[in-house]
C-alpha cells in the first residue's frame, strides 16, 4: 500500500470519527455517569424515563431547528413561542374544548412563522434580528393574553395525549419525539424539499441559478420552526396541565446547541435529524447527571457549557 493511500485512509477514518464523535460522546457520558452515578439512581428506570421526559420538546423545536440552519438562517424566538403556545392553547381549551385548543396552538405558530418569513424574506432583515425581537413580542403577549398568571388545564385527554401519559411505562412524549424525528428525517434527506433546504444553505446564488426558490425554502423553513415551537408548547401544556408564559424560557439555546452537536452546521448545507435527537438526549443526559452529582446550579452551568464546547470542537473537521 502507498503513502498516499494510507494517508487518504488515515483522513477518512478521521473524519468518520469526528463525524459521529456525538454518538461516541453520548455514549461515553451515559457510561461514565452509569459508573459514577449508580449509587445514586441513574440507571433507575423512572429517572432515565425523566430524562426523555424532559427532553423530548427540547428535540420536537431541534428537529425543526435543523431545518432552519440547514437553509443558512436562525431562529431565537422557538422558546418564546412555545410559551405564548402553552397560554393559547390553554385559553382556547376553557372556550372551545380540546378540539380548539390544539386549533389555537398550530394557529399561533403558523401566524408566527409566517410572520418570521414575511419580515425575512420580504422586508430583507436578517433572521436573527427578526426572531430576537420576535422573542420579546411573544413573551410580552403572552404575559399581556394570561396577566401573568399561570390558566389551568381541565381536559384530561388533552393532556394525556399532549405529554402526561404514558403507555405502560413508557412517556407519549416519547412517541412524539420519535415519530417527529422519524418524519423529519425522511423529509430532510429523501425528498425534494430536503435536498432544497440543504442546497440554499450550502450555496444559496448557486441554488437561485439552478432554479430553487430560495426565499420560498426560507420562508418555509421558519414557519416550520415556529410551528414545531407550538407543538412543543402544547406538550408543555399538557404535561404540566396549565399555560404559563415562562414555559419554554431559554429553550432556544438548548434547541441550537442540540442541532449543532448532533452535526448540523451554523452555517447552512448540512443536517442531520437523527443526530439532532441524540445531540437533545445528550443535553438532557448531562443536565440529569450534574443534578445527581449534587452540583450547584452554578457548576452545573460552567460543567454544561464546558461538555458542550468540547463535544462541538471535537465534531469540527480540520481542512
Known sequence: MSTVETHSRLRAFIGDWRQNIIYIGFAVIFLVFALTLNDKGFLNPNNLLNIVRQTAMIAVMAIAMTFVLSAGEIDLSVGAVAGLATVTVAMAISVAGPVGGVIAG????????????????????PSFLTTLAMMGIAKGVAMWLSDTAAVPILSPGYSWLFGGGSIGPIPVLLFWMLILGALGQIVLRRTGFGRRVLATGGGEQAARFSGIDTAQIKFRVLVLSSTAAAIAGMLYAGRLQSGRFQLGEGDELSVIAAAVLGGTSLFGGKGTVIGTIVGAMMIGLINNGLILMGLEFSQQLIARGGIIILAVALSQKKA
Do not use: D, E, K, M
Open 106 to 125: 398550530l394557529a399561533t405558530g403558523i401566524a408566527v412563522g409566517c410572520f418570521n418569513g414575511w419580515l425575512t424574506t420580504r422586508i430583507g432583515i
